[in-house]
């Protein structure tokens, strides 16, 4: 028991001195910690001195660059503006340059145009002079071809009225027996199909000979002209025809028609009713053998197509009318309506415009070619003479840097040690 209680206070006592021995460690440590925060603070203080002390040096060093930079952007400004001037100067003289050179051209040009002038004026003299020649000529062999027309048309007659009166016609022996008729003039203003329908129907048991004379006899107008082109030895009936077919036909220009119908658009000054009407002639020219049903569809569909108003065609078009006078109908229908929301005082204002206009149009007075290049050389002078009266009111030209007038830097006369001399003076 002795032993076992040394024992523990041996332990006890090398546990007090370990805790005597662990407490001055704990004193030296927190003493240097103390040392350390200490160290710490007076480190710290010194870091913020110097960072004011190098905060006021970017202050200072921000303030020499703001002014280095104000007077970098002043020298360059007044750099600037002195190449401005330069500039300035050679396009001022550049522009005199230019301009020297298109006066030179305006007046060579000038002469040329006089010169054309005067060769238009001989040129249209003679050509004049030839018209009247050529007109002249024509005139004479009119009145002659006429003449012989004349007789043969009195000799036609009277064999017509022969005809007419006894009912019989002699020729070469013969005896013809058509009956006592009538048969239609043909002028040439009329469909020639129409009319040979109806020539055929009069003298469909005739002779041949007696078709041709009774056919001559039956020409008016532009129709005789007809004559002129057929020799005297083959005027038969089916020459006749022919020719007749050949000028007023309408055979050959059903294509014709039918690509003008393609084409056909609503004029602009054209009333709907004027379009119609001609859509109509053209269909019925252009497809003239087509059942009455196809007629009326292709009519329809060509009104819509032209029509100048795209809103108004496209209403009529969704209505599928089948007639063309439906079609028409509707269409003055949605044209009245939208005139009445429009307002009849503005389109009264336009149309009366578009009248103005168009009768200063019709009043104003035509001029030949030559009339039209002595207005346009009046005209050049007069901009010439104006032009010349604003470039006398210009100041002269002056060197900016030896100051003599007449020529630009550019074109200074001094050489460059006396220019950079008078620059620094």
Not at 13 to 20: D, G, N, V
Request: with cysteine.
């Amino acid at each position: 028991m002795e032993e076992s209680l040394k024992q523990l206070m041996e332990m006890m006592s090398a546990m007090k001195a370990s805790q005597e021995q662990m407490k001055e460690e704990m004193k030296r440590g927190q003493e240097e910690m103390k040392t350390g925060q200490e160290e710490m603070k007076e480190d710290m203080k010194r870091g913020q001195e110097e960072m004011k002390v190098s905060q006021e040096e970017l202050k200072e060093d921000m303030k020499r660059g703001k002014e280095e930079l104000k007077e970098d952007l002043k020298i360059g400004q007044d750099e600037l503006k002195e190449d401005m001037k330069r500039v300035q100067e050679e396009m001022k003289a550049n522009q005199e340059e230019m301009k020297q050179k298109l006066e030179d051209k305006l007046h060579e040009m000038k002469t040329t145009i006089e010169d054309s002038n005067m060769k238009l004026e001989n040129k249209l003299k003679e050509f004049e002079e030839a018209v009247e020649e050529e007109i002249n000529q024509v005139k004479e062999e009119m009145k002659q071809d006429k003449k012989e027309i004349n007789k043969k048309i009195e000799d036609l007659e009277t064999k017509f009225r022969q005809l007419s009166t006894t009912g019989v016609i002699k020729a070469e022996g013969t005896v013809t027996t058509p009956s006592k008729v009538k048969v239609p003039t043909f002028d040439g203003k009329v469909s020639w199909n129409t009319y040979l329908r109806q020539f055929e129907a009069v003298v469909r048991n005739w002779r041949e000979e007696d078709k041709a004379t009774s056919l001559i006899a039956a020409l008016r107008g532009e129709a005789l002209e007809v004559l002129r082109t057929i020799p005297e030895a083959s005027s038969n009936y089916a020459t006749l025809t022919s020719a007749l077919e050949r000028r007023y036909g309408d055979a050959h220009l059903q294509h014709v028609y039918q690509a003008q119908l393609r084409s056909r658009r609503q004029r602009f000054e054209e009333t709907l009713q004027q379009y119609e009407a001609d859509i109509s002639r053209m269909v019925n020219l252009a497809y003239p053998t087509a059942p009455a049903e196809v007629i009326e569809q292709l009519s329809v569909s060509s009104f819509i197509e032209g029509l100048r108003d795209p809103e108004i065609g496209q209403l009529v078009r969704l209505a599928r009318h089948k007639t063309i006078s439906e079609a028409l109908a509707q269409a003055l229908e949605i044209e009245a309506a939208k005139q009445a929301s429009r307002g009849t005082s503005k389109i009264r204002q336009v149309k009366t415009y578009q009248y103005q206009d168009r009768e200063r149009k019709v009043q104003r007075p035509s001029k030949n070619l030559v009339d039209s290049i002595k207005d346009v050389l009046e005209k050049f002078t007069d901009g010439q003479n104006s032009e010349d009266s604003t470039t006398n009111k210009r100041r002269p030209i002056r060197c900016w840097t030896c100051g003599v007038e007449g020529h630009v830097r550019s074109r200074c006369p001094q050489p460059p040690a006396e220019q950079n001399q008078g620059n620094a003076n």
